[in-house]
């Protein structure tokens, strides 16, 4: 019975699964898409979102060198944590979680695995940029007060009209 034993073992010993997590980790961080089976994707997500979060404590000095210590201890990797901490955390520091996405890939032709891919969110140009609420502007709503706005438009369109109809002088 596996009462209460929530994380995937991947069919691997501890130090096995944590040297994939921590390689796997350490290629999203430094191309900020990978592509993998959906299984260790998902084991992924939940091995690098809290070390995502640790990099969004600036409250003091010692506290970031604490954070860099505590996420080098996962990844042992210098380039993907000053990645991390230079190039990821301004973007994502607005975001409250989720900050990877995983998209379905379809099957393997060798043996059959569903393949997934797995991607920092800010980091996508396609979905990133058109979907951001933050970009877009507010809805207009259809309720009352319709008229007001005609009305304050028509106005705007007549001083317009009059400071357009004054002649002018030609030089001959």
Known sequence: MRHGNKNNNLSRTASHR???LMNLG?????????????????????YIEPLITKTKNT????AIMHNHRIVFSYLNDKAAVKELFTVVAPKIAARPGGYTRIIKLGARVGDNAEIAMIELVDFNEIYGKG????????????RAG??????????AEATDA???????????
């Open 18 to 20: 944590k040297a994939l």
């Open 26 to 46: 350490c290629q999203l961080i430094t191309y900020k898409r990978i592509t993998t089976t959906l299984a260790k994707a998902k084991a992924l997500r939940t």
């Open 59 to 62: 409250s003091s000095k010692e």
């Open 131 to 142: 979907v951001s609420a933050a970009a877009e502007p507010a809805k207009k709503t259809r």
């Open 146 to 155: 319709g008229a007001k706005k005609k009305a304050t438009e028509a106005a």
């Open 162 to 172: 009059t400071v357009t109809d004054t002649p002018t002088e030609e030089k001959a």
